[in-house]
């Protein structure tokens, strides 16, 4: 059965720091892409990062090119979103997918003074 479980959201000031992190059962985090997508509230699902399984590729939406930073733990089988110096923009659930077109539950991410 496929699972992927998200945590790591929570609140959070501006210019802090948090670190989500989605579990991975069924199938390995390393054979596929992974992505991180969020969808603030009234707002459509933007793709935020993508870690690719087979080659190591790793890309991020221009928003947070420079903050943000995707990684995977083969042994784990999880993929990770460290954030950092995090703005009120970045408030959103997070979600994580596979490119089998897998979904999570997602995790809530407020930054909030």
């Known amino acids: 059965q496929v699972q992927l479980v998200e945590s790591g959201g929570g609140v959070v000031q501006p210019g802090g720091t948090l670190r989500l992190s989605c579990v991975v059962s069924?199938?390995?985090?390393?054979?596929?892409?992974m992505r991180w997508y969020r969808q603030p509230p009234g707002k459509e699902r933007e793709l935020v990062a993508a870690i690719s399984g087979p080659d190591g590729i790793i890309g991020y939406g221009d928003s947070v090119a420079d903050r943000f930073t995707v990684s995977r733990d083969d042994i784990t089988n999880t993929v990770y979103l460290q954030m950092s110096s995090l703005k009120p923009e970045d408030s959103a659930t997070y979600y994580c997918?596979?490119?089998?077109?897998?979904w999570g539950q997602g995790t809530q991410v407020t930054v909030s003074s």
């Open positions: 069924g199938f390995t985090v390393g054979s596929t892409i």
């Open positions: 997918n596979s490119q089998f077109g897998h």
